[in-house]
C-alpha cells in the first residue's frame, strides 16, 4: 500500500479490477482550520487509482501515474471519509479511474479522475 498511505490511515476494504474501495480518518488529516486537507483527498484518490490500474496491468506490467485532477465539493470535518474506484477506460497501455470520496453522510466531498500508462516492468 506505500508509506504514505500507511500514515494517512488508508485502509482497502474492496479490492477488484472493477471497483476498489478505501476509507481514510479525517482525524490527523487536516489543514489548520479543521478540514480534511485538499491534498489527503488526492492522496486517497491516487493510492485507489493506481493500485486498480496495477492489478489490471498484471504480472509483469507496471502502471504509473501521469495525470491527475480533483474536485473538491464539500469538506469533511470528521469521522471517515470512504472512497469508491471505478473504471472509466481499461486499455493495454492507458486507464482511467474515477474516484468519488464521501463523508459518513454519504455525501459527495471529491471527484478525483486519474490516469495512468501501462508498460513492461523494468527488469532489476
Known amino acids: 500500500m506505500g508509506a504514505l498511505a500507511e500514515k494517512m490511515g488508508i485502509e ?3 479490492f477488484s479490477v472493477e471497483r476498489c474501495v478505501a476509507t481514510m480518518p479525517v482525524e490527523g488529516n487536516t489543514q489548520p482550520v479543521g478540514l480534511l486537507h485538499g491534498g489527503a483527498y488526492v492522496v486517497l484518490g491516487e493510492s485507489l487509482g ?3 490500474a496495477n492489478l489490471h496491468a498484471g504480472p509483469g506490467r ?3 501515474g501521469v495525470d491527475i485532477n480533483a474536485t473538491h465539493t464539500r469538506s469533511a470535518t470528521s469521522g471517515i471519509v470512504t472512497a ?3 473504471p472509466v477506460h481499461l486499455g493495454r497501455t492507458i486507464t482511467v479511474h474515477e474516484i468519488v470520496v464521501s463523508d459518513d453522510q454519504g455525501r459527495r466531498c471529491s471527484t478525483v479522475r486519474i490516469t495512468n500508462h501501462v508498460m ?3 527488469k532489476e
Open 12 to 14: 482497502f476494504t474492496e
Open 50 to 52: 493506481s493500485m486498480a
Open 62 to 64: 507496471l502502471a504509473v
Open 84 to 86: 469508491v474506484c471505478t
Open 120 to 122: 513492461a516492468r523494468p
